[in-house]
T-cell receptor, first 114, second 109 residues
Framework: DGGITQSPKYLFRKEGQNVTLSCEQNLNHDAMYWYRQDPGQGLRLIYYSQIVNDFQKGDIAEGYSVSREKKESFPLTVTSAQKNPTAFYLC?????????????FGEGSRLTVL | GQNIDQPTEMTATEGAIVQINCTYQTSGFNGLFWYQQHAGEAPTFLSYNVLDGLEEKGRFSSFLSRSKGYSYLLLKELQMKDSASYLCAVMDSNYQLIWGAGTKLIIKP
């Protein structure tokens, strides 16, 4: 079955450490996204990529980095520069490069900073 | 600024009908989405409206009025499994999604 796989599901980090969240899709989708979800707030876009080797900053890109070396993969690194990284992180994809149409989400990664 | 408003929480009874409203103010409009999200899980797509009117899909229906900047999600014959958060999102003129904070729906027996 096609879908989006995120790992790890739960992650604990000490302050000052970088962590990388994995996102892999086998849907052959062009566009991929990283969102952050905090209680009581709407989803906020961190980064998105419409094509391999290209990506764009979203609304809250500071303290995060991404790469898109393969169509299937869009990992997110949460760096030590991110002031408040504890959150639920969601990776998603859409069929079209423009991002129209429904989003398909991974199961999410919950990051906790100790 | 761009804004999506939806109630924070609603309570309904199993077997009943509930309507979840969403109002929006965005720079342009290229469609409105509804997603369902169970606690601790990822959102899943429910509906998409780009033209005015009602779209029905089984027990769930979604309505859009572009002139009023208003949509609602109607859930009929509520089941306990419908307990979840319901997210409203609008695609603006730049094809960027603007998300509401979500409505937590609690179903009581």
């Amino acid at each position: 079955d096609g879908g989006i796989t995120q790992s790890p599901k739960y992650l604990f980090r000490k302050e000052g450490q970088n962590v990388t969240l994995s996102c892999e899709q086998n849907l052959n989708h062009d566009a991929m996204y990283w969102y952050r979800q905090d209680p009581g707030q709407g989803l906020r876009l961190i980064y998105y990529s419409q094509i391999v080797n290209d990506f764009q900053k979203g609304d809250i890109a500071e303290g995060y980095s991404v790469s898109r070396e393969k169509k299937e993969s869009f990992p997110l690194t949460v760096t030590s520069a991110q002031k408040n990284p504890t959150a639920f992180y969601l990776c998603a994809s859409t069929r079209t490069p423009e991002g129209t149409g429904e989003l398909f989400f991974g199961e999410g990664s919950r990051l906790t900073v100790l | 600024g761009q804004n999506i408003d939806q109630p924070t929480e609603m309570t309904a009874t199993e077997g009943a009908i509930v309507q979840i409203n969403c109002t929006y103010q965005t720079s342009g409009f290229n469609g409105l989405f509804w997603y369902q999200q169970h606690a601790g899980e990822a959102p899943t797509f429910l509906s998409y409206n780009v033209l005015d009117g009602l779209e029905e899909k089984g027990r769930f229906s979604s309505f859009l009025s572009r002139s009023k900047g208003y949509s609602y999600l109607l859930l009929k014959e509520l089941q306990m499994k419908d307990s979840a958060s319901y997210l409203c999102a609008v695609m603006d003129s730049n094809y960027q999604l603007i998300w509401g904070a979500g409505t937590k729906l609690i179903i009581k027996p």
